[in-house]
């Protein structure tokens, strides 16, 4: 009995360690899955915000597309329609949204002069 017990106190010992590995590669995964995107994102969007330029067409974080008109440090001017201008913070400009509005509507223009080239082609007689 007295050897199965030592036996047990030896396994507790090591379980303490096992379960502390543990926790470490949990925490290394948390951080390498989590953080550090993270981190990498907030950089690519602060050196955008930082790269604005007059003239760049953006899309505000609210969703309001505008072309930048006037710079003053953190405030933007964005020219929103016929003669509306707008003044927003410089963080309120999203790179993400931005990114993806004028790329959808790039592929949307292209669409749209496929379609007018094939009906400009159309030989379908009585039409």
Same mark, same amino acid.
């Given at each position: 009995?007295?050897?199965?017990?030592?036996?047990?106190?030896?396994? +507790?010992?090591?379980? +303490?360690? *096992?379960?502390?590995?543990?926790? /470490?590669?949990?925490?290394?995964?948390?951080?390498?899955?989590?953080?550090?995107?993270?981190?990498?994102?907030?950089? &690519?969007?602060?050196?955008?915000?930082?790269?604005?330029?007059?003239?760049? %067409? #953006? #899309?505000?974080?609210? +969703? *309001?597309? /505008?072309?930048?008109?006037?710079?003053?440090?953190? =405030?933007?001017?964005?020219? =929103? +329609?016929?003669?509306?201008?707008?003044? #927003?913070?410089?963080?309120? *400009?999203?790179? &993400?949204?931005? &990114?993806? #509005?004028?790329?959808?509507?790039?592929?949307?223009?292209?669409?749209?002069?496929?379609?007018?080239?094939? %009906?400009?082609?159309?030989?379908?007689?009585? /039409?």
């Amino acid at each position: 009995m007295v050897s199965f017990d030592v036996l047990l106190l030896q396994a +507790g010992g090591s379980a +303490g360690t *096992i379960n502390f590995l543990f926790l /470490g590669a949990m925490l290394l995964i948390f951080w390498l899955f989590l953080i550090r995107p993270q981190a990498k994102r907030q950089r &690519e969007q602060k050196s955008f915000q930082d790269g604005l330029t007059r003239g760049e %067409e #953006v #899309v505000t974080s609210s +969703g *309001i597309l /505008g072309k930048i008109t006037r710079i003053d440090d953190e =405030i933007l001017t964005l020219e =929103i +329609g016929n003669k509306a201008h707008i003044r #927003v913070m410089r963080n309120a *400009i999203s790179k &993400e949204m931005t &990114e993806s #509005v004028y790329a959808n509507m790039g592929k949307t223009k292209k669409a749209n002069d496929n379609d007018k080239k094939s %009906e400009d082609t159309d030989t379908t007689p009585g /039409g």
